[in-house]
C-alpha cells in the first residue's frame, strides 16, 4: 500500500521534470537508474531513499526540501473534503500534477513578458465574463 508521503512526492517530482521539459529517460539517465523506476517513483509505488532523493533534486535542479513542499497544506484539503462536502470545480484538485496545467504554465512563460501581461489581463477578463 502506498505512503501519502511517497505519493506527495512522486508527485512533485513528476511537476518539477514536466516544468524543465525532461522526459522520464532522461531523469533516469542523469539519476543512473531505468526509466521504469522513476515511473514508480512518480506514483508513489516505489519509495525513493534520501540519496536517491539527493540525486534526483540535484538532476532537477531544485533542493531536496520541494518534494515537500505544500505537504501542510494538502493534508488540510484532505480533512476539509472529509468534514464538508466537496464544492464541484472545473479547476483539478491536483492543478500542478495536471499535465495540460503544466504545458499551459511552460507555454505561457515562454512568450515575451510585455505579451505575457496582456494574456493575463484577457485571461482574467474572460474568467469575470463566465
Keep these: 500500500m502506498t505512503h501519502h508521503v511517497d ?3 512522486g508527485k512533485r517530482v ?3 521534470r514536466w516544468l524543465v521539459g525532461m522526459t522520464q529517460q532522461q531523469l533516469a539517465e ?3 537508474i531505468k526509466f521504469q523506476q ?3 517513483y512518480e506514483t508513489g509505488a516505489n519509495r525513493i531513499s534520501a540519496s536517491r532523493l539527493w540525486d534526483i533534486a540535484d538532476a532537477l535542479d531544485v533542493p531536496v526540501s520541494f518534494f515537500f513542499e505544500g505537504m501542510e497544506a ?4 484532505a480533512e476539509t473534503e472529509v468534514a464538508e462536502a466537496a464544492v464541484p470545480s472545473s479547476v483539478p484538485a491536483d492543478l500542478m500534477g ?5 504545458d499551459l504554465v511552460r507555454s505561457y512563460y515562454a512568450i ?3 505579451q505575457r501581461r496582456r494574456l493575463f489581463e484577457l485571461a482574467r477578463v474572460l474568467s469575470d465574463v463566465a
Excluded at 494538502?74 to 484539503?77: F, I, L, Q, Y
Excluded at 495536471?98 to 503544466?102: P, R
Design 112 to 114: 515575451p513578458e510585455n
Design 38 to 40: 522513476i515511473q514508480k
Design 74 to 77: 494538502e493534508a488540510e484539503v
Design 30 to 32: 542523469q539519476v543512473g
Design 7 to 9: 505519493v506527495h512526492v
Design 98 to 102: 495536471d499535465k495540460e496545467a503544466l
Design 14 to 16: 513528476r511537476h518539477r
